[in-house]
């Protein structure tokens, strides 16, 4: 089992729709979670970190559930910018583990 | 967000040649950094994690002869690849990180192509 772990999609969605990821991580120990974004050929770009008590940013919306082991992320009122591959990262104590990335793709 | 740098941003080398790859932190202190490697359509790969001023920590199947990393201050780590051959050609991304359960910020990048 990866350790880290998302759909790879890819999501093809309507602009203005909403969409949502989850990736779920195996080691119980984590203690850190963001949401990167990647666009191609670019490095990735940290989106927001995801606290215990779930946190918004605009559209964006993430939330934790450790008992569960999964992180999940909300976009609503999705834009053409918002394509990209978005990237589940775990901390353990420094040990960054990222997912495989799930692609979306807002269309006209 | 904090700023990594990465030079050079592109690379076109012969094979057998050794290349240096350097990561800065502009405006912190990166007391990790991190060394990935992408190929095309593919995810981010780890290779190594290195801490300021100790020896880099290699992921499995990522040979340290052939890749060897450097980090002798808080805003710099170096990555060589050596005796560079085609199948190294790749994206090599570099990131820092300010502490241990800290977001990390990520170099734009090196675009390596071995000839």
């Known amino acids: 089992r990866k350790e880290v772990e998302q759909d790879p999609g890819p999501f093809n969605v309507p602009e203005g729709a909403t969409v949502a990821f989850n990736c779920t991580y195996s080691?119980?120990?984590?203690?850190?979670f963001f949401w990167y974004r990647q666009d191609c050929r670019k490095e990735p770009k940290l989106l927001m970190s995801?606290?215990?008590s779930g946190n918004e940013d605009g559209r964006f919306t993430a939330q934790l559930n450790r008992a569960s082991q999964y992180i999940s992320l909300l976009i609503r009122d999705s834009k053409l910018s918002d394509s990209a591959t978005y990237l589940c990262?775990?901390?353990?104590?420094?040990?960054?583990?990222f997912g495989a990335g799930t692609r979306l793709t807002v269309k006209p | 967000g904090a700023v990594v740098s990465q030079h050079p941003s592109w690379v076109i080398c012969k094979s057998g040649t050794s290349v240096k790859i350097e990561c800065r932190s502009l405006?912190?202190?990166?007391?990790?950094m991190f060394w990935y490697r992408q190929f095309p359509k593919q995810s981010l790969m780890l290779m190594a994690t290195?801490?300021?001023?100790?020896?880099?920590?290699?992921e499995q199947g990522v040979e340290k002869d052939k890749f060897l990393i450097n980090h002798a201050s808080l805003t710099l780590s170096t990555l060589t690849v050596t005796s560079a051959h085609p199948e190294d050609s790749s994206f090599y991304i570099c990131?820092?990180?300010?502490?241990?359960?800290?977001?990390?910020?990520f170099g734009p990048g090196t675009r390596l192509t071995v000839l």
């Open positions: 290195s801490n300021e001023g100790s020896k880099a920590t290699y």
């Open positions: 990131s820092a990180s300010s502490g241990s359960l800290n977001e990390q910020f």
């Open positions: 080691n119980s120990a984590s203690q850190s």
């Open positions: 995801v606290y215990s």
């Open positions: 405006d912190f202190q990166a007391t990790t």
């Open positions: 990262v775990v901390n353990s104590l420094g040990d960054m583990r």
